[in-house]
């Protein structure tokens, strides 16, 4: 078996740290060629010292000149680099088969394009790219015969529950509706006035999976199963009216598509990132992933829920951009990345989140965008708009 070459983007994360456990059970298969993150060294040293990748790259200078000191006493031979370009070049080196697009947020998205413009096997936990620039990313993954397996858990479990032939033809294939699953998060239960003095570290607290902030946040506000909502209408070329999300606590069911007969086909697992990791990875293959074997008899109930929009505006928010078109989603992207970081600073309370995103959403116009760089343009203004209405009237007394 040849062995396939590997860059992970953000892999001293939650979804970087899963990959390299994969990766490290099958030693025969892949490769590491680059890895990458911001500015944790500690784990980037340790990552290298095991790994030996050809190159380490940081986004923050000072980061890697740290790292670039400490590598240099350990003799490790690993190339230290910094900046957003170095992310772009390790993501597109002719070597490299395969990458996992796993930074968190817009921060991810010119490494994720560099990716498919280069027609590599791109695995794809960084939602925020399709979010922002769905129709833009998916034109350029097919013209450049890239491959875009999806790593979030649910739409991981819709490619898995999909006939293998699909083409995006849902009226070819049978397919009616995608059942999109939610666990409704650490707030599922808490009424809406409690929800006004919750703690980032009571949203970060998710019931059942562990994860970075950003999305631990997300998924308390919903904004993630928004989010997801996004990135499913751009994969599986369905319209919104034929994504139903599904609230179900326990995460067992990932998702699930119905057919017109009747059959409805689900993916179930236990919730580790590492299945959907271990799927991607070896497609059309299957590989061990280190994840413990489903005991069906344990999990014994599974319960479904219809999700609450009054509760949860974000997800009605997302809809909404979903429907506006063009650079609506990635201004909610934008508002949400400030809103979310906000909220991690006690800047503004949980329930101003939405409240800060429908504003942006209203003072900034979506447009039609056709280019990378049009979305970053729209990024970056409604960024400043958030920070400005922070600034102005977001502040907690
Ligand atoms: P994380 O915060 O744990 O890790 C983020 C990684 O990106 C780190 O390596 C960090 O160093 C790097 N990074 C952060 N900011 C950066 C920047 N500005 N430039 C370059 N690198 C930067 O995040 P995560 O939970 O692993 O999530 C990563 C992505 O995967 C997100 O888009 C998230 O929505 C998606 N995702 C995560 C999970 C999960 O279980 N964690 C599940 C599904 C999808
Ligand atoms: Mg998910």
Known sequence: MAVRNITILGSTGSVGISTLDVVARHPDRYQVIALTANKSTGKMLEQCRIFRPLYAVMLDPTSAENLRTEIGKDGIKTEVLCGIESLEKVASLPEVDIVMAA??????????????????????????????????????????????????????????SLPREFTGDHTKTGVRRILLTASGGPFRQTSLADMEHVTPEQACNHPNWVMGQKISVDSATMMNKGLELIEAHWLFDAAPEQIQVVIHPQSIIHSMVEYIDGSVLAQLGNPDMRTPIAHALAYPERIESGVAPLDIFKVAKLDFEAPDFSKFPCLRLAY?????????????????????????????????????????MEAIEPKDIFTLEDVLIVDNLARKAAYGWINSEGIDS
Request: proline fraction near 5%; hydrophobic fraction near 55%.
């Open 103 to 160: 930074i968190v947020g817009a921060a991810g998205i010119r490494p994720t394009f560099a990716a498919a413009l280069t027609g590599k096997h791109v695995l794809l936990a960084n939602k925020e790219t399709l979010v922002m620039a769905g129709h833009i990313f998916m034109n350029v993954v097919k013209e450049n015969h890239a491959t875009l397996l999806p790593i979030d858990s649910e739409h991981n479990a819709i490619f898995q």
């Open 320 to 360: 909404k951009a979903l429907a506006s078109g063009g650079s609506a989603p990635a201004i909610l992207n934008a508002a949400n990345e400030v809103a979310v970081e906000a909220f991690l600073k006690s800047r503004i309370p949980f329930t101003t989140i939405p409240i800060l995103i429908e504003k942006v």
